[in-house]
């Protein structure tokens, strides 16, 4: 709650202050907002269960569409935001819903961290893309859950097996499983994984090589995010303190316990220990070239109408990681470095899935809390 208000604060300031006075003017018609509305919902597919909420979502989606108009003229040059699935959502409900509680980036024992050669980051080319090596599989989408955690995760994995296996084999793996089964936690630094509440990859790392394996995706299929969606029972080791209180509701047919089978594990995938890497995106460059993709995480409260550029919304706490994705490649686009990213908000989000942000300036902290699966 605190957080989303002192974004309020700073977006106004933003808003007001720090560009001058926007030259447009942003009153929508009544009329025109319902026909904008209408379209979206065709777009969308949205179907809402009364009247009153159908008036509700309009209204909240006139306070985004505004809102997006105004980001396009302040952010013109740089990037550009749109009216994406997520506008109906307040920005309240899309930090609840689909981002994770913010935290700031975990520091691991120094031993966690690798160490790359000097000779590679002095060497770093102008662009690098792991896709186009076919070493990413496509891009997923998580639906109305807190689970990037999971596909962050899972997607670091995927890439660490295509390219343990001579660059064959991508394999779409089971992030369900990871979202039902992973219960880690460290009650000392209070982390813990919480299925749809949020969690962490470094930990789930760490579920992965205690549990010894992981299913692919077909036999124990995505399911928490969707429109009729699993109700899968809180991971064996939840945590209530450190999560929040248990989901209400559950099904033991739709969880861990009723759909894990070790036996259909994917022969040979062994997680065996996970890495990190240091806060500098040049030794992060270095890392992701010889590594693979790697999991990050971000400050991405101002991602929600994300639509192309490079992301760098200029007030973007690095400490409040409230977000979890993978890098898969780095560019320069005239003089402006950028990485290029992976989300789990579907291909029809941002550019075909993806994002770019600012490179080398620790834009919304991207280069606090990046890690990968060693496998055996
Ligand atoms: C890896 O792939 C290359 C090229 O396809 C092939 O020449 C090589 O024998 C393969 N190595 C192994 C260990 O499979
Ligand atoms: C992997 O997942 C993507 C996205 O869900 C899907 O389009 C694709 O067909 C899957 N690939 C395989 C080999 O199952
Ligand atoms: C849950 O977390 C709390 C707070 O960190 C800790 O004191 C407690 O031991 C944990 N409970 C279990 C069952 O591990
Ligand atoms: C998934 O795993 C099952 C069971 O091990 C296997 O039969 C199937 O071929 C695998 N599918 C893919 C797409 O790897």
């Known amino acids: ?5 002192i974004q309020i604060i700073c977006f106004s300031f933003l808003l007001c202050s720090c560009f001058g006075t926007l030259t447009q003017n942003y009153e929508l018609s009544d009329s025109y907002v319902r026909v904008l509305f209408r379209k979206w919902i065709d777009r969308n597919n949205r179907d809402y269960p009364s009247i009153e909420e159908y008036q509700y979502r309009m209204t909240i989606f006139k306070e985004n569409y505004i809102k997006i108009l105004k980001m396009n003229e302040i952010f013109e040059e740089d990037m550009s935001f749109e009216a994406n699935k997520f506008a109906d959502m307040t920005e309240e409900e899309f930090q609840q819903k689909i981002l994770m509680k913010s935290q700031p980036p975990p520091v691991h024992p120094k031993s966690r961290y690798i160490r790359i050669p000097d000779e590679i980051k002095q060497q770093l080319p102008d662009e ?8 990413v599989t496509p891009v997923k989408d998580q639906g109305s859950v807190g689970t990037c955690w999971a596909f962050s995760t899972v997607q670091n994995v995927e890439s660490q097996w295509f390219l343990r296996n001579n660059n064959s084999m991508l394999t779409n793996l ?3 499983q990871v979202v039902d089964c992973d219960g880690m936690q460290n009650p000392v630094t209070s982390q813990a994984d919480c299925g749809v509440y949020g969690g ?10 205690a549990q010894g394996g992981i299913a692919n995706e077909t036999v124990y299929s995505y399911c928490s995010g969707l429109k009729t969606p699993c109700e899968p029972c809180n991971a064996p080791g939840y945590n209530d303190s450190l999560c929040g209180p248990p989901i209400p509701f559950c099904y033991i047919k739709d969880s861990c316990e009723s759909k894990l089978d070790v036996t259909k594990f994917v022969p040979g995938l062994k997680v065996v220990d996970w890495k990190a890497i240091e806060e500098d995106e040049e030794t992060i460059a270095a890392a992701l070239m010889t590594i693979g993709p790697l999991s990050v995480a971000l400050n991405a409260e101002m991602l929600q109408f994300y639509h192309k550029g490079i992301f760098d919304p200029r007030l973007c706490n690095p ?3 409230d977000h979890a994705v993978l890098l898969v490649g780095f560019g320069i686009e005239g003089k402006k470095p950028y990485w290029i990213v992976k989300n789990s908000w579907g291909v029809k989000w941002g550019e075909g899935g993806y994002f770019r942000i600012l490179r080398g300036k620790g834009v919304c902290g991207i280069n606090t809390q990046v890690t990968s699966a060693v496998l055996e």
């Open 1 to 5: 709650m605190k957080g989303y208000f």
């Open 128 to 135: 690098f893309d792991w896709r186009t090596q076919k070493a």
């Open 174 to 176: 089971s992030v369900e």
């Open 200 to 209: 962490w990859p470094f930990l789930a790392f760490q579920y992965l090589i």
């Open 319 to 321: 400490k409040n990681l």
